[in-house]
């Protein structure tokens, strides 16, 4: 009885103060006019009882508040259950340890500690975090890294950073169709990792001394307008492999870049160079800066180098369609292997392109011309 009517209270303090103006940016940050935050501490798992304690300045206003135990914030921007939390009026925080669950519209995540700046916006995640981003048609896992950061956007949508860690994972996670439920023509095409291929996994690992790092900005219905990932990238999907230090998809123009030691394998072909450009409205492929591709066939395989680009088509019946242009004296060279002479192909060799960025480049749209 006594620990309901304590809930109970606590609930109403924070409840009336997310309405005064005087309370601070605290409320004004988890609400709006007329909406309410809600505490509620009790009980933790362990069977310590559930504090708290309160820090007021002269003017009322909240300077600090301490919640221990099963503790539970419910929000219309955040909801977070943890087994501490606390507000730091003079450094703008909001700090909750212990096994924190938190969600926001479109994001759930579990971690040791969170960290959310008021004055920014800013949410950062350490100790473990797990991170599942919903998107159109089923949702972004991200695992492994040290710390997972989002800024929430004005326009809607956030900015998330990925940093450091033994190996940063990205997997899309597709949902399946209702049972009996039928595809559309209206059907919106798939966001997030989605767009890349069918269940897709992102892998990020160190290379050398840098850590691995992910970038990812996302629209207000969770796709992604940009993904970033830097270290010792490895892509996955039942479509292709690929490897390389760096891996960019831009969704407005609908193109994934890969630079860096780039190695590919997909269906016959295996190759390594120095920059990938994947045209997804296209279904065109274009590897540049020293290409070296072998490309198995039913009597043997090709060695094909000396060329300027190597285009791989997906053309609509479901075939391949492959073109080396150009090399030193305007063609490339090619090696043929009898099936008994094959072996395995070398480990990519050292390619070290300029900085190659999107927007430098004149010809994105028109691959292979």
Known sequence: MNRYLKTVAVAAVLSLASSVGAQGSLFEALAGPG????????ESASGDRGTMKTFTNSDGSFDRFEAVGAVNLESPKINLSAESLVYNGAEGTLLAEGDVDMEQPGVSATCRKLTYYISTGEIRLSGNPKVNQATEGGSTRFDGMDNFVYVAKESGGAEIRLLGGKEIVCESVTTPPSPGAKPSADTEPAEGLGALG????????????KEPLVLVNTSEQGGFGLFRAEGSVIFDSEEMNLRSDQLEFDSARQLVEALYNVYIKQGNIEADCGRMLYDLVENHITLSVDPFVRERRRDGIVNISEMDRFIIVQNEDGSTSTEAIGGPDGNPKFVYESVQEERAMDQPRDNSPREIRLEDVDSLNRIGE
């Open 35 to 42: 909406e309410k935050v809600m505490l509620t501490t009790g």
């Open 198 to 209: 069918s269940n897709v996994t992102i892998t990020v690992r160190p290379l050398g001394s």
